[in-house]
């Protein structure tokens, strides 16, 4: 599903070069065209409000333009397709796509640079947007230009799922918006639905409930499903998996995203007291170190007991791996993972052997302090947005893509042949994604809709932040002392103090 190509090597003109050839005079230019920042160029033919639409499109033929992305499956779709765009446009796109903290390396330093050689950028909500966002385009600029072509659903929060445009687009400021929501990794269970049914009777004659994965199963319930597992398998029954393992490995933010769940779900716990969807610059003290904080860091190191005896090494990609191959019964994951769950070529869990639920519930009796359980849910909302540092005419060609790139028809397709997530909620709408959220589907990660899209996205059940400028200096601080948790080297109290002395540092 994802891939690393190799790295093309690029040829840079220093800015005073630029300058002198007239790149930051771009928006003053007719017709021609000039050479700027990474291989990329600028032509610009005059269209006026009352133009064709085939005129918008093409106002800028003979230009090229450059996207980095993450490797996910709308951008090895797009990269795929990417001669329909030059049909319609006349725009050459160049769409270079790593692995996240790659991209949100040589992204960063673009920006900050003001070379703008990656006119579009992947928005990672907190990885890249939190800490960048000064650095995007404002994007209602181009919302309602008659002399753009412009999206027939329009880019209103109503035509995006619940929380999806605010969660990528909007930072610090609800009066910018830097991102139209692009794809999106939101979390639910997967869980072995034919493991369930056989070994259902002997869990009920021990524990005494039925063992089965529903809106209303809690992270507690999760607990005895694998602490069942891990006896069983210990005990001489090799045929039966581990019960369950969480996303540690190496990168970090998917370690916070993980725990962050399970935090959210008992009390509807957050970080800091600020909004969650928006985000802010000053977040003031942190609520780690409190008495609900330090009951769940101590409730997720047990649940690390009963998992995988690799659960520190497996990140999510790892961990989806594990499940494939039948070492696990359970695993939280991101929905765009189903494609591969459900391909029998490489995973034993195809073949209607796995089922996909809400994230777990919250326990009362884990709740000290008097919140709601939920089904806590997280995600990862990948935008497309636009470096603030491109001229004005790259700007107005990168929004062009970027709209194309976000349209109902181009998600469906990636959906289709790639297994993406849309962000639209009109794909959902169309008569051939309505049928494919029932097996058998040609659409796996449809499969997924009800739990995801149906429930774990809306109220009260999401929870996205914390965006802050510090997001991934946060994310190593959770990461590191989970660990420590984890592993045992230190106690759920000291991993919560340690978390809050560090945090509030970064924050001063």
Known sequence: MFSMPKNPVYSRITRRKFLELGGGAATMLGAGSIAVSLGSSIVRNPVYASSSDSAKWKQYAGSKLVFMSENTPPSFAIRENIGDFYDITGIEVEVLTDDLPVVQQKVGIDLRS?????HLNYIQDKPIGSPFADFYADLNKYIGDDTLPQDPEGYGEEVWFENFLKACGAYYDESRLVAFPYDCAVACTFYRRDLFEMLSKDFEAEYGYRMEFTADTTWKNLYDFAAFFKKMREGGNSSVPYGYAQHQGSFAWTTQLDIQRMMFANGRWIDFDIDDKLGSKNPGPTNWGDNQSVLIMQKYKEQAEVSHPDNLANGTLELNTVY??????MQVQYHEFAASIEDPKT????????????CPKGDPSWIVNGGQAVNGCNCGIGGIGIN????EDLQRAAYIFAIWATSKNLQFDVLKGRGGTPTRKSVLEIPEVVEARKRPTDMPNALTFDAVYGHGIRDPHFVLGPKIPEANEYHNIIAAEVQKCVSGAISAEDACQAIRSQVDDINE
Do not use: L, M, N
């Open 388 to 391: 603030a540092g491109a001229s």
């Open 347 to 358: 995973s034993r869990a195809a073949g209607g052997k796995t089922g996909y639920a809400p």
């Open 324 to 329: 494939q191959a039948g070492d696990i019964a």
């Open 114 to 118: 003001g070379q703008s050689d990656f």
